[in-house]
């Protein structure tokens, strides 16, 4: 089993369409946990941290469930300038990253 | 946020040649960076850990030899990609933690083709 597993892409919607991402990790004794936005041949870019608690900013909302190792993304109202790939890290014990394979996201018109 | 510089953006080389990559913290010292390589639609893939002042830490499977990191400061890293083939044409990104040390910021990547 991958460290780091998302929701295999891509995902095509309508401009407007809300959208959800998936990302399950296996190691427990993670501790601290982000999405990022990555457009392609660029590099990545840190798009929310993940609490607990739940936390939103704007149109993006990040759930984490320590309990079932689940972390989610939620953008919501989706512009097609949210197309790219988002990226789901975790970071261990030790805070070496662990990134996930990417869920690329198409917006259409 | 942080910025980490990185230097070359592209580079095109014949095989053989040794090409380095350079990778900058310009506004927080790095103890630690990290040096990954992604193929076209593929993930991130962490190649090595480099500390400042000792010895990087290879993934399993990536050629120190071949690789060579040096971390010789607190804001500098570089990776060199030694007697380059076509087969290590990627995308080369490094990245640095923070200074809370958690979050990541990355430099702008290097596309390196080798022909």
């Known amino acids: 089993r991958k460290e780091v597993e998302q929701d295999p892409g891509p995902f095509n919607v309508p401009e407007g369409a809300t959208v959800a991402f998936n990302c399950t990790y296996s190691?427990?004794?993670?501790?601290?946990f982000f999405w990022y936005r990555q457009d392609c041949r660029k590099e990545p870019k840190l798009l929310m941290s993940?609490?607990?608690s739940g936390n939103e900013d704007g149109r993006f909302t990040a759930q984490l469930n320590r309990a079932s190792q689940y972390i989610s993304l939620l953008i919501r109202d989706s512009k097609l300038s949210d197309s790219a790939t988002y990226l789901c890290?975790?970071?261990?014990?030790?805070?070496?990253?662990?990134f996930g394979r990417g869920t690329s996201l198409i917006v259409h018109p | 946020g942080a910025v980490v510089s990185q230097h070359p953006s592209w580079v095109i080389c014949k095989s053989g040649t040794s090409v380095k990559i350079e990778c900058r913290s310009l506004?927080?010292?790095?103890?630690?960076m990290f040096w990954y390589r992604q193929f076209p639609k593929q993930s991130l893939m962490l190649m090595a850990t480099?500390?400042?002042?000792?010895?990087?830490?290879?993934e399993q499977g990536v050629e120190k030899d071949k690789f060579l990191i040096n971390h010789a400061s607190l804001t500098l890293s570089t990776l060199t990609v030694t007697s380059a083939h076509p087969e290590d044409s990627s995308f080369y990104i490094c990245?640095?933690?923070?200074?809370?040390?958690?979050?990541?910021?990355f430099g702008s990547g290097t596309q390196l083709s080798v022909l």
């Open positions: 990245s640095a933690r923070d200074g809370t040390g958690e979050k990541l910021f």
């Open positions: 190691n427990s004794a993670s501790q601290s």
């Open positions: 993940v609490y607990s």
């Open positions: 890290v975790v970071n261990g014990g030790s805070y070496i990253p662990t």
């Open positions: 506004d927080f010292q790095a103890t630690t």
């Open positions: 480099s500390n400042e002042g000792s010895k990087a830490t290879y």
